[in-house]
């Protein structure tokens, strides 16, 4: 997903549930879109911090579950009680995208590892990313 269709799902996100478009949100979005593996808000945090961007931490604390309710993030509860986010906006993700509401559903695909396996030894290939994703209306819009 480039990053032009990521602001596109977030903007159609945001109009569909009349929610304001924000420079806030979109730099948000911009951190997220590259960000490997799991973090905490402390860690976005630092890392607008090195872009300069300026962000107070309770302006992250505030949006980011706008961007977990549009299925861009998975929030992980840690056993220790600690909260982290996961992206689902880089290059090993499958998802299906509401292009009626902008909402992403991630789609844990097992057997789409198995089989990716399988061709990359058959031809030789080293992969390092995939592309994976499945459009159309989700059962609100559909219905
Ligand atoms: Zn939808």
Redesign the pocket.
Known sequence: MSHEEQLQALRKYLKVRNKRYTVERESILELISDIEGRFSIVDLYQKAKKRDMVHAASTLYRNIYTFVDAGFLTEIKLREGETVFESNLNNKSEFML?V??G?LTRIDLPALEGLENRICKEYRFHSTSRVYQLRG??E??NA
């Open positions: 509401c009626g509401c909402r209306y989700c609100d819009c």
